[in-house]
T-cell receptor
Framework: QQPVQSPQAVILREGEDAVINCSSS?????VHWYRQKHGEAPVFLMI?????EQKGHDKISASFNEKKQQSSLYLTASQLSYSGTYFC???????????FGKGTTLSVSS | GAVVSQHPSWVICKSGTSVKIECRSL??????MFWYRQFPKQSLMLMAT?????????EQGVEKDKFLINHASLTLSTLTVTSAHPEDSSFYIC????????????FGSGTRLTVV
């Protein structure tokens, strides 16, 4: 079952923050976040496992609320390089395929 | 880190011909390989799951006779698009998981197929 991402698109100025959400109606084992730039393969950002955790590196972090089956990706002090389409991929069991949301397009301008 | 090499990066073929896409895991054993297809401005859609030495499991709506998947070894999986048509033009990307203790998926770099 495809996770639901919101919002569909975000437009930011450099330095502004953004939050992208990913939710599922089914219990999840893990949530994976990727960023994809036009014409390129998705780039792995981070993985969050059930148990409810938060991760981050640099100005990008994410959380996974197991009770709500919702993950959020936090982008702080956005940079031009953050532009792209963000996908969350979810699985309900270890070793099964990731099912991706429809994506959130982030545009950062100077 | 784990690396999956996918070839070719792009291919243009004539309608009616077949195209083979390869994914090789370079530094780990890929017990399971997933194949995705992505149309412009859309998400990655799972086509099939293959386990080494077994027949692939196809998602609903994906023609198994058209998209042949072979996962004959722990380091190589291939996707052959048979009798390609313009509507098969898409970005195809593989993803592998292995036997390593660290849980994670490794994606190939993708193949852009254009059928003319």
């Amino acid at each position: 079952q495809q996770p639901v991402q919101s919002p569909q698109a975000v437009i930011l100025r450099e330095g502004e923050d953004a939050v992208i959400n990913c939710s599922s109606s089914k219990a999840l084992y893990s949530v994976h976040w990727y960023r994809q730039k036009h014409g390129e393969a998705p780039v792995f950002l981070m993985i969050l496992l059930k148990g409810g955790e938060q991760k981050g590196h640099d100005k990008i972090s994410a959380s996974f609320n197991e009770k709500k089956q919702q993950s959020s990706l936090y982008l702080t002090a956005s940079q031009l390089s953050y532009s792209g389409t963000y996908f969350c991929g979810t699985d309900r069991q270890a070793g099964t395929a990731l099912i991706f949301g429809k994506g959130t397009t982030l545009s950062v301008s100077s | 880190g784990a690396v999956v090499s996918q070839h070719p990066s792009w291919v243009i073929c004539k309608s009616g011909t077949s195209v083979k896409i390869e994914c090789r895991s370079l530094d780990f054993q890929a017990t399971t390989m997933f194949w995705y297809r992505q149309f412009p401005k859309q998400s990655l859609m799972l086509m099939a799951t293959s386990n080494e030495g077994s027949k692939a499991t196809y998602e609903q709506g994906v023609e198994k006779d058209k998209f042949l998947i072979n996962h004959a070894s722990l380091t190589l999986s291939t996707l052959t698009v048979t009798s390609a048509h313009p509507e098969d033009s898409s970005f195809y990307i593989c993803s592998a998981i292995g036997t390593a203790a660290n849980y994670g998926y490794t994606f190939g770099s993708g193949t852009r197929l254009t059928v003319v």
